[in-house]
Each structure stands twice: as structure tokens, then as C-alpha cells.
């Protein structure tokens, strides 16, 4: 038999071509191997620069960093596959934080569990009407969400933290399970929900039409816009979740915690691979792209590089990486892709 | 340009620039009596930029290397966390900590001292560390009060610029400020919190002279928003007629006070608390068990009239001088 190199790229379940090589590992997707392998550079770099880089207490950081991080950035996954996008991020977390430590002090555990969920749940809710309902653009909807809810979080903690948190909620952020940090189990946790989600379920299949292609995804009958409302509403959630872990990281109710992790998640989903114009990519590169931007301001912050400085490199890479998707978006355009 | 090579081309940008980039990093000092790592909100301001030196100045005297990381913000007190796990990560011998939120770097100050790490305050009191070096933020906030009532000795209206909301150092001036105002004729008329910066302060003091075109005074926490109340004050030609109160003396300040548009200025000594939170530091790595662990370095009163007379050697860092980020 002869060993055939085949001449035209397949085309995978979301009518998508890829850029594959064969090679003898077989056909590897670009997209999918570049980040990873530069992560594994980027940490042997560090290694060999900063004796301190490849210790467990260190991995042990750089994992309790990521966590909350890597919540929002599974959430915020669902959104940009639909080609949206929620800037509230940061807000929703410092909300939920609030909310959340009003409900630990006041009424006890179960309250401010609840406390926090609903704040979440009810961010995602108006983001989700707003976008759907009155058509109001994605960004718009959720920069001026992003102020509601940031006032919102200063007008219920009038402006200063909440401490006083139970000390069992507290301990969850530096407790481990065989080691592993517990923030790092329920991120881990929650990548597997959202993976099961958009790649085995019937929503999450309607998550990547919609994303692909609104008009197609409406002629097969496909409900538009109540995936996006729903893709809104578990963004939310999942952003919730980060939320209660970096609140019991700082043990006390923040007016003003989050307010990085907008930009942080649009750069690590983007830089793991999801389009910003919908319906592509897969979110176990959401989780590298987690990996590289926490690895990237852990090694900088090892090696002494000022913070100015790794906002400037942060930056730059998702320059990088967007500049990368287009490209290979205007190339499946031309090639006549999705 | 095909797509594969497209491809391959990012990614080798971004490899040569990560390769790059540790080129360009600084090296470790070749002899080195040990790490200072430095862990601060933000280095924005005369207050941080003056206690750096100093911390700096006295590190290199003493043959130590320093390693400085700024949240870039009170509100960033995650990334403080993030970043005082990293300096215990990265084995400093000595850490000084100025907390965004004192509650919330406890712990992982805590964890420092466990290590082995010898952790003071800088700036402020940290809970948790071995002992601190700072002005008592209660006292400069006593002493604006004392300098209150003697630009309003029959009392007045007042507009705050409270600084950072939630800060422990601007929540405590505040609050010993207004303790020591009560029973007098100095009212508060508004109140607004903005982070530590000139332009928040100009814009601020300016809605209060438009609302309130003959308020007598404006107190601003620290020198950032206190000489953009200056500034503002002196926009709307009404220098000496609505006093400016404020706390630490930078080059503007200075200026300011010179040209009568800053009234009080309680001067801290941020310098001198970086020379001696580092020698703090070293006498505790080096075994000594000093007699006075919490070291309160005392304010100066700065007016108009005495600007020339007080020695300024403390309270600020050479004229240009910025921290090596």
C-alpha cells in the first residue's frame, strides 16, 4: 500500500477546515499544538532563568493564581464561540464577591452561597435579555453592564471590603486534595463540565452554529437567541464561580476585585484558540491559554520584571494571537470554509 | 504567505520574543548579601517613589539586592496576594510589605513568616509581620485635624477627597481627622473617595468650587489628590481664600505650598521609613532582637511660612529620581 499525502484538508463536525500537516504524528492541527508547545518553551525558559520556577511550592502558586482565571475564561468561552463577547467579567466577580460576603456575615453560609450564585445569575440574565431582546451589540451591552454592576458592588459594600468571612469559607482557597489546591480541582472541574457540554451536548452543538453561522444555524431551526441568552447566563455563572475563589483567596468581600480579569480572558481564550468571530475552536485551549498567561506573569514576576512590562508582553501576544486568527479566518473564507 | 507558514511564523515571533525577553531581563546581582523583595499597591506618587528610594538607597549600602513588585493599584489586592506568594516562591530573605488591604495580605504574610522569610510593614502596619516601620495613619490624620483648626479657627466648610476607598491609610486619616473635628465649627460638606492621582483630584475639587463656590477648605488625603485640589483651587484664582489641607510633600506639593495654593501639609518621611525598615530587616536576619519592632516615624508640619525651615532630607527622594521598573 502506498503512504498517500493527502491533498486537501478534511473538514471536521463544525464544517470547518483545518490547517493540518501530516507528519509522523499524523494530521496535527496548528491551532491546536502552537500554544502548547510554546508553553512548554516558555516554562524551560523560566527553568533554566529563575532557580526557583519548577518547584512544587511554586507550580502550587502558578495553579491558585490560574483558577479563578481559568473560571471566567471557561465562561466567557461560551460567549466569544457565539461571536459575543462579555466584558462585565471583572465587575460580575467583584458583585458576586460583595453579595457574597454580605450573605457569609449577615445570614450565614448557605446565604452567602446563595447571595453570591444570584448576583451572578442575575448579571448573566440582563446580559443576556439585553443582547437578545433589544438587540443591543454585545460589547456595548456588556461595557455598560460592566458599570451597572460595578456600582452595584460599591453601593451595597458603601465603598470599602467586607471582612469578618467565616474562616471555613476562607481556609477552601488554601486547602488541597493530594496536593492540589482545591481552586485548581473545581477549575479542572469545571473544564470538564463545560468540554462535556459544548462537545457532547445538543447545546453545545448549537453554541457553535449559532457562532458559525447565525442564518444557517436559524434555517435548521436552531432557537439563535435563546443559545446566546443561555451562552450569556452560564458565562455568568462560571464567572461566579471564579468569583468565590478569589474571595476567599483575599478573605474578604472586594468592591473592586476582578477588574483585570476582562482583559485577561478575552487574551487567554483567544489566545487558546477560539475565534472572536464565533464558532471555532475547542475550550481545551481556553485552558492553555489560561496556563500561558499565568506561567508568562509568574515567570516575569520570578525573574523581577516590572508589572508594566508584563502588561505591555500580555498585550503584545494577544496582538499575536488575534492577528494570527484573523489570517487563518480570511484563509477559510477564501477557501470557501465556514 | 501560505497559512501553514503564516502559522509557523506567530509562533516563532512569539518564541524569538519570549526568547527575547529574558534577554533583556535583569540579572541577578553577582554578590549579593541576600533578596529584598518589596510588595506595594501601586509606585505611583511621592509617598511610594520616596519610600523606594530610600529602601534602595539603604539595600545598596548594605550589599542587598531588591526586587520590587507593584500591584499596580489599591484595588489590586489579588495581584498583591498573588505577588507576595511569588517573592516566598522566589526565596527573598527579607520582605517588605506595604498592604493595599491589611486583611487581606495576613495570611499570605503569614505564610511568608513561616518560610523563614523575615517580613516587616513598610509604609503601613502589616498584620502578621514581625514588626513594621510607617507613620501612625491615625496621627497624620490628628495632625491635619490640628492644622484645620488653625487655618479655620472659627470654623468653616470642608470638601474631602478621602483617597482610595477601603485603603487602610487613607481610611484611618479620615477617620481620626473627623474624631478630632468634633464639637468644633468645621463641617464636612462632601466626601468622595477616587484612587491616588492628580487629575482624580482636580476633577473632584472642581465639582465641589461648583457647588460650593465659597467652601472654605479642601482636604486631601495625601499629596497626589491634594494638589490636584491645589490645582484647582488655584484654577479658580482662589488661592489662600480656600485653604488646602493635605498629607506627604512632594516636588508639587512644594511648589505648591510655595505659591500659597497648599495651606497645611503634614509631611511624612517616607524615606526615612524605607532606610530603616531595611535596616529593621537585616538586624533580624542577622539575629539581634531590637527593643522596638513597630516603628512610628513622626510627621512634620509644612506651611508657607516654614517651608524653608524644615529639613526636607526625609521627605522625599531627589528632585527626577524614579524607581528602576
Redesign the interface.
Known amino acids: 500500500m502506498n503512504n498517500v499525502r493527502p491533498t486537501k484538508a478534511p473538514v471536521n463536525e463544525h464544517n470547518q477546515q483545518e490547517r493540518a500537516v501530516a507528519g509522523p504524528l499524523g494530521r496535527l492541527d496548528l491551532r491546536q499544538i502552537g500554544l502548547p508547545i510554546v508553553v512548554i518553551i516558555m516554562g524551560l525558559i523560566f527553568s533554566f532563568s529563575s532557580s526557583n520556577f519548577m518547584t512544587a511550592s511554586n507550580l502550587r502558586n502558578v495553579g491558585l493564581q490560574a483558577a479563578a482565571l481559568a473560571c471566567v475564561s471557561f465562561g466567557q468561552t461560551f460567549v466569544i464561540l457565539t461571536a459575543g463577547l462579555d466584558l462585565s467579567v471583572g465587575s460580575t466577580v467583584a458583585l458576586v464577591s460583595v453579595a457574597s460576603a454580605l450573605g457569609f456575615t449577615q445570614y450565614g453560609w448557605m446565604a452567602g452561597v446563595i447571595f453570591g450564585f444570584l448576583a451572578g445569575f442575575l448579571v448573566g440574565l440582563i446580559n443576556g435579555l439585553v443582547v437578545t431582546r433589544m438587540r443591543v451589540a454585545p460589547f456595548i451591552a456588556t461595557l455598560a453592564m460592566l458599570s451597572i454592576a460595578s456600582g452595584a458592588a460599591l453601593n451595597l459594600s458603601g465603598g470599602t471590603p467586607i471582612s469578618g468571612l467565616p474562616d471555613s469559607f476562607t481556609a477552601l482557597a488554601y486547602a488541597t486534595v493530594l496536593g492540589v489546591p482545591a481552586p485548581v480541582i473545581v477549575a479542572v472541574a469545571l473544564l470538564a463540565v463545560g468540554y462535556f457540554v459544548l462537545q457532547k451536548s445538543k447545546f453545545g452543538r448549537h453554541i457553535y452554529a449559532v457562532g458559525g453561522n447565525r442564518e444557517a444555524a436559524h434555517l435548521c431551526g436552531i432557537s439563535v437567541a435563546r443559545t446566546e441568552f443561555m451562552a450569556y447566563v452560564v458565562c455568568a455563572l462560571f464567572t461566579a464561580l471564579g468569583g468565590f475563589i478569589l474571595t476567599a483567596r483575599v478573605a474578604t468581600g472586594q468592591p473592586s476585585l476582578g477588574e483585570s480579569l476582562a482583559l485577561m480572558s478575552v487574551a487567554a481564550v483567544v489566545l487558546g484558540g477560539i475565534s472572536l468571530f464565533g464558532g471555532r475552536g475547542n475550550i481545551l485551549g481556553v485552558a492553555v491559554g489560561v496556563v500561558f498567561v499565568s506561567v508568562l506573569a509568574n515567570g516575569l514576576n520570578l525573574l523581577g520584571v516590572s508589572s508594566y512590562t508584563q502588561l505591555m508582553v500580555i498585550g503584545v501576544a494577544m496582538i499575536l494571537a488575534i492577528a494570527g486568527d484573523q489570517y487563518m479566518s480570511r484563509d477559510l473564507r477564501a477557501r470557501g470554509g465556514a | 504567505m501560505s497559512?501553514?507558514r503564516?502559522?509557523?511564523f506567530?509562533?516563532s515571533?512569539?518564541?524569538a520574543?519570549?526568547?527575547g525577553?529574558?534577554a533583556v531581563?535583569?540579572a541577578g546581582a553577582a554578590t549579593s548579601h541576600g533578596t529584598i523583595g518589596v510588595s506595594v499597591p501601586t509606585v505611583e506618587g511621592p509617598f511610594f517613589t520616596s519610600m523606594l528610594y530610600g529602601i534602595l538607597k539603604q539595600a545598596k549600602e548594605e550589599g542587598y539586592a531588591v526586587?520590587?513588585?507593584?500591584?499596580?493599584?489599591?484595588?489590586?489586592?489579588?495581584?498583591q496576594?498573588?505577588?507576595i506568594?511569588?517573592l516566598?516562591?522566589?526565596?527573598v530573605d527579607i520582605m517588605l510589605v506595604d498592604p493595599a488591604?491589611p486583611?487581606?495580605t495576613?495570611?499570605p504574610i503569614q505564610e511568608a513568616v513561616k518560610s523563614g522569610i523575615i517580613v516587616l510593614g513598610a509604609g503601613d502596619p502589616a498584620p502578621g509581620a514581625l514588626g513594621s516601620v510607617s507613620a501612625s495613619h491615625c496621627t497624620v490624620g490628628q495632625d491635619l485635624a490640628v492644622g484645620a483648626k488653625k487655618l479655620l479657627p472659627d470654623g468653616g466648610t470642608v470638601g474631602v477627597l478621602a483617597g482610595p476607598?477601603?485603603a487602610h491609610w487613607s481610611?484611618e486619616r479620615l477617620r481620626c481627622f473627623k474624631e478630632d473635628l468634633k464639637g468644633t465649627k468645621i463641617k464636612i460638606v462632601a466626601e468622595r473617595?477616587s484612587e491616588p492621582a492628580v487629575a482624580e483630584g482636580l476633577s473632584i475639587a472642581s465639582d465641589f468650587l461648583q457647588r460650593f463656590p465659597d467652601l472654605d477648605m479642601l482636604y486631601g488625603a495625601d499629596d497626589t489628590v491634594g494638589d490636584g485640589a491645589a490645582k484647582a483651587v488655584e484654577a479658580a484664582n482662589r488661592c489662600g481664600k480656600t485653604k488646602v489641607l493635605t498629607a506627604v510633600l512632594g516636588e508639587q506639593a512644594e511648589e505648591l505650598t510655595r505659591k500659597g495654593c497648599i495651606n497645611y501639609d503634614v509631611a511624612l518621611q517616607p524615606v526615612l521609613m524605607g532606610v530603616d525598615a531595611v535596616k529593621l530587616g537585616i538586624a533580624i536576619r542577622n539575629g539581634k532582637k531590637p527593643a522596638v519592632t513597630e516603628i512610628s516615624i513622626p510627621n512634620l508640619p509644612v506651611t508657607p511660612e516654614n517651608i524653608d525651615s524644615v529639613n526636607k532630607e526625609y521627605t522625599r527622594s531627589p528632585k527626577g529620581w524614579r524607581p528602576p521598573?
Open positions: 497559512t501553514g503564516r502559522s509557523r506567530i509562533l515571533a512569539v518564541v520574543g519570549a526568547v525577553l529574558t531581563m535583569p526586587k520590587i513588585l507593584s500591584a499596580n493599584g489599591y484595588g489590586n489586592v489579588a495581584t496576594v498573588s505577588q506568594e511569588n516566598i516562591s522566589g526565596k488591604d486583611n487581606v495576613k495570611r476607598a477601603g481610611t473617595t521598573l
